[in-house]
């Protein structure tokens, strides 16, 4: 446990990493307001909710945030990318977490990611396409949504030109804004990673119609898709979504912790300005220490994420457990916040007029994605104190 | 360990320390010790500790960034490495906590140059322990609330009252004493003073007994205490502030000098032992889904509180400078007191046992550790004063008071 930290004592977070995150915190607050989401996700819910239409989203700042070179951040240089850091990069998504925004940013990073670990001629000419703007998403869970690397939903068979896809892989996300997936397949004893083309023959989308207002989720089934051998990223998919594996955990806790903040900094202004009993809620106790108790799990999950970005950047032994321990802490204080934010605002926080519940969503989503926190604690429990019935002594 | 930001005299003296503290370990204590140096109760413990902090301080490892003219060794930026090192070496903590953490840095803010030569020396070395006069049986929480009084009699004070859970009093030959020198206003009629104890004409000190059936604190008795006005830290009715500047010092809100003492992994290493030697309901409690989630929560917890302390070194990624700082009172000792709670709830029957008991569980250290674990989120401002520090000034709420 107490393994000493080779990565650097400030996790990597220079002065450029702070630059791109203060640019994208920058361009966010100008760009996209709360207004602005709530007016663009949240205007009515019959539309999404009674009607099944997908959640709109700003495809213009998208267009934008693409020229900027957001989505390939995660791409080395060498294939036409910035190669930020995981530390720069989780900086950036904890702001577009903090305004919730509606995009395919976490899902292209985490394929980038993927295709990173990868290292083949196949994986660097996707990784130059999304340098180039091309959007993408993993299509890695079966129908029992495992969210383990091991666990593929679809089977690959050899029909001797190259392979052929069959299976649902489910919980896709953002799939309908995705130009390239990154499939998961069962071929013998390892798995082997497919990029499909979104327009590919033999595959098709099936909307998930989801309580998340800030993206689009979808079953996309596979029915003897074909893959030709240029379209092979790794026949050792196993083993790359594993040493991927932290790094899409980290991802998903950036945004989770930026979220939380958001919801933190809303919920203690609310408490300054609504007054009962003629004072400001935030007078008194039951408000205010459940605000600092918020913080506190919301500070813990944040020191957890840079520590994982930067243990993940040093190619530490320790990634795994550090990126699973920012998952767990970042997914339980988002719970605890969403629930407080809520309960705190009162009356006006339970209208869907106000907006709060487009936030206390997207946390919901998150929380779950790739594992909650009990999840991780089980993975960790394996890793920090060994496999149950490891300790040697016969139970009994 | 590497570490970009560090001088190579920094480096250099890092290296040192390490190779200091594995040559120099001390010896077993000749008697258990407690678990903080707030309740050293027994001769046998305190010569023992005062022995190791004057081996510690001469090896330049306390006291490492004081100036020379006050008894430290006049360095920059040594002592938060000499502290990483002594905690993680895991040897005994260092008996003057009060002197160290909160006399020395208040003497050094707001002492007279004779002040300083004077006192400081004695904090450092151990030779001369402190101990804090704050709490009133009136005064908890609410400290400005203090009955203790101090009359201004020509070159001297008279002081009268009684003060509480006062940690290390019956070894103490100093104490910081939070005295009302005015009725007339709660919070500007305090005066500070550096009151001698040991010995003393109208000082009386007597144990309290904790709810673990130990002593450690004590009570403080003045009557017509004759204290010398050279003593008065800072003006007549600056009390308050002074205090302050003891608190948040003490709060680790500043650069303290260290407590050594055991680190957060080696709690959790030892639960997971004890889990391993445990059993629930016919399974080793080290193989129960319920048990070992509530030890990776602990160990998350503690990597967090490991990972903040990095993490409140870099600016970039701190919102607000003191949002880290002023949570480490609150965190540490809630982490400590959950640590020994689980430990309880995972020894099962067995923690019923307690220190007498051969066959108690780790010599019955649970169920004293969660018993004591109170003195820690109570003491140094409670933990739910914390909570109205940090909502008040980090998160800007009004103010409860």
């Not at chain 2, 004057?54 to 008894?71: E, N, R, S, T």
């Not at chain 2, 010599?363 to 520090?389: D, F, K, M, V």
């Amino acid at each position: 446990m107490n393994t000493p930290i080779t990565a650097p004592r400030d996790f990597g977070f220079g002065e450029d990493e702070a630059m791109l995150r203060d640019m994208a915190r920058k361009m966010l607050s100008e760009r996209f307001s709360m207004s602005r989401l709530r007016e663009l996700v949240a205007a009515s819910p019959e539309p999404v909710y009674d009607h099944g239409h997908r959640p709109s989203w700003d495809e213009p700042l998208w267009k934008e945030i693409v020229e900027l070179g957001w989505t390939g951040l995660a791409v080395g240089e060498a294939e036409g990318g910035s190669g930020v850091s995981l530390a720069g990069i989780a900086g950036m998504v904890e702001e577009a977490g903090r305004h919730a925004l509606p995009s395919p940013l976490v899902p292209t990073l985490s394929a980038s990611l993927v295709l990173r670990a990868a290292d083949s001629e196949v994986a660097r000419q996707l990784l130059a396409r999304v340098a180039g703007g091309a959007t993408a998403s993993l299509a890695i869970t079966n129908e029992r949504g495992s969210w383990e690397p091991g666990d593929a939903p679809l089977n690959a068979t050899d029909d001797g030109e190259g392979l052929v896809l069959q299976g649902t892989a489910r919980f896709v996300q953002d799939a309908f804004k995705a130009d390239l997936l990154i499939a998961s397949a069962r071929a013998g004893e390892d798995l082997v990673l497919c990029a499909v083309e979104r327009d590919a023959a033999g595959l098709s989308f099936e909307a998930d119609h989801i309580h998340d207002l800030t993206r689009d989720q979808a079953s996309v089934v596979f029915d003897g898709v074909k893959i030709v051998p240029g379209a092979i990223i790794s026949r050792e998919g196993a083993s790359v979504l594993r040493s991927a594996w932290p790094a899409l955990l980290t991802l998903v806790s950036a945004d989770l912790c930026g979220a939380s903040e958001w919801l933190l900094q809303a919920t203690v202004e609310y408490a300054k300005e609504r007054v009962q009993f003629d004072r400001p809620i935030g007078f008194f106790q039951a408000v205010k220490h459940p605000l600092v108790d918020a913080m506190v799990e919301i500070d813990r999950a944040r020191s957890l994420l840079f520590h994982a970005a930067a243990e993940i950047d040093a190619g530490s032994a320790g990634a795994e457990v550090a990126a699973r321990m920012a998952k767990s802490a970042a997914s339980d204080a988002a719970a605890f916040i969403s629930d407080r934010a809520i309960q705190l605002h009162g009356g006006i926080g339970f209208t869907w007029e106000y907006g709060l519940h487009i936030y206390f969503k997207r946390n919901l989503h998150n929380q779950a994605l790739l594992g909650d926190g009990v999840h991780q604690r089980k993975k960790l429990a394996d890793l920090l104190i060994g496999p149950v019935g490891s300790s040697g002594i016969l139970n009994g | 360990m590497t570490e970009a930001n560090l001088t190579p005299e920094q480096l250099e003296f890092r290296e040192y320390a390490q190779r200091w503290l594995e040559e120099n370990a001390p010896p077993p204590p000749p008697e258990r010790l407690p678990i903080t140096p707030i309740e050293v109760m027994t001769v046998g413990q305190r010569d023992y500790l005062q022995d190791w902090q004057y081996k510690c301080f001469a090896a330049g490892l306390v006291g490492a960034d004081y100036p020379k003219a006050y008894g430290g060794h006049g360095h920059t930026g040594f002592q938060r490495i000499a502290n990483q090192e002594l905690n993680r070496a895991q040897v005994p903590f260092l008996i003057n906590i009060v002197g160290l953490s909160m006399a020395a840095p208040t003497i050094l803010h707001h002492g007279t140059e004779e002040q300083k030569r004077k006192f400081i020396p004695g904090c450092l070395s151990g030779e001369e322990i402190w101990c804090q006069g704050f709490s009133e049986p009136g005064a908890g929480s609410d400290l400005a609330n203090q009955r203790t009084s101090a009359v201004r009699e020509a070159e001297d004070w008279i002081v009268n009252g009684h003060k509480v859970w006062t940690s290390l009093g019956h070894f103490a030959k100093w104490m910081i004493l939070v005295t009302r020198t005015s009725k007339d206003d709660k919070y500007n009629g305090l005066t500070y003073f550096l009151c001698p104890i040991a010995g003393h004409a109208g000082v009386t000190v007597r144990p309290l007994v904790k709810i673990t059936g130990e002593t450690g604190f004590n009570e403080v008795f003045f009557e017509d205490v004759r204290v010398p006005d050279a003593n008065r830290l800072d003006d007549v009715g600056k009390g308050w502030a002074v205090a302050m500047t003891t608190l948040l010092a003490e709060r680790g809100a500043s650069e303290g000098a260290g407590s050594g003492g055991g680190s957060g992994s080696s709690a959790i290493a030892d639960l997971i032992e004890l889990a391993r030697n445990s059993w629930r309901d016919g399974v080793l409690a080290v193989d129960d889904p319920v048990t070992r989630d509530a030890i990776i929560q602990r160990a998350i917890v503690g990597e967090g509180l490991r990972q903040n302390g990095r993490r409140a070194r870099v600016a970039a990624l701190c919102d607000h400078p003191m949002r880290l700082p002023l949570q480490q009172k609150l965190t540490a000792s809630e982490f400590q007191q959950d640590n020994a709670r689980l430990g309880v709830e995972i020894a099962g029957a067995s923690a019923s046992l307690y220190k007498l008991d051969p066959r108690a569980p780790d010599a019955g250290h649970w169920p004293l550790a969660y018993l004591n674990s109170y003195g820690n989120t109570i003491a140094a401002g409670t933990n739910e004063i914390q909570r109205n520090i940090l909502g008040e000034r980090v998160l800007g709420l009004p103010k409860s008071k």
